[in-house]
């Protein structure tokens, strides 16, 4: 089984400003399907799901964030994204709570799959039974 995996992002300083470069094979092996990104006020919580065949890089754009996850033998991790350099690998079935800590937070996330309402399990009780 895969495990979630932090790591850093490149950071490139230019006259102008930064720029910051993932790449395929260097940091992830999936083909992107699927990019998002959400905001949301100072201590929601966003996710609270998991992804039966879904997996997922999160990166704080702006802001700061608490990444929760735990798998189905209850293993849980926490990690902090709090500048643009810092990305979670996230395997499928590991259930994720997102915690917005500034209220000018933007996470995104990159995904292995396209949209499907079928690979969402929603409730807590039928990810950990």
């Not at 992107?32 to 990166?59: F, H, P």
């Not at 902090?80 to 500034?102: E, F, H, R």
């Not at 995104?108 to 009780?125: G, R, V």
């Given at each position: 089984?895969?495990?979630?995996?932090?790591?850093?992002?490149?950071?490139?300083?230019?006259?102008?400003?930064?720029?910051?470069?993932?790449?395929?094979?260097?940091?992830?092996?999936?083909?992107?399907?699927?990019?998002?990104?959400?905001?949301?006020?100072?201590?929601?919580?966003?996710?609270?799901?998991?992804?039966?065949?879904?997996?997922?890089?999160?990166?704080?754009?702006?802001?700061?964030?608490?990444?929760?996850?735990?798998?189905?033998?209850?293993?849980?991790?926490?990690?902090?994204?709090?500048?643009?350099?810092?990305?979670?690998?996230?395997?499928?079935?590991?259930?994720?709570?997102?915690?917005?800590?500034?209220?000018?937070?933007?996470?995104?996330?990159?995904?292995?799959?396209k949209y499907d309402p079928s690979d969402?399990?929603?409730?807590?009780?039928?990810?950990?039974?």
């Amino acid at each position: 089984m895969k495990k979630p995996e932090i790591f850093n992002i490149q950071e490139i300083d230019l006259q102008n400003g930064q720029l910051y470069v993932l790449e395929k094979d260097l940091h992830f092996t999936f083909e992107v399907s699927r990019m998002y990104w959400l905001s949301g006020s100072d201590q929601s919580i966003r996710g609270d799901n998991a992804n039966k065949i879904n997996e997922r890089i999160y990166l704080c754009q702006q802001g700061s964030i608490e990444l929760s996850l735990e798998d189905q033998l209850h293993q849980h991790e926490v990690f902090i994204l709090d500048k643009p350099t810092i990305a979670v690998y996230c395997p499928n079935m590991y259930w994720i709570k997102a915690k917005i800590l500034q209220p000018d937070t933007i996470l995104m996330c990159l995904n292995s799959a396209k949209y499907d309402p079928s690979d969402i399990i929603a409730q807590p009780e039928e990810f950990f039974k």
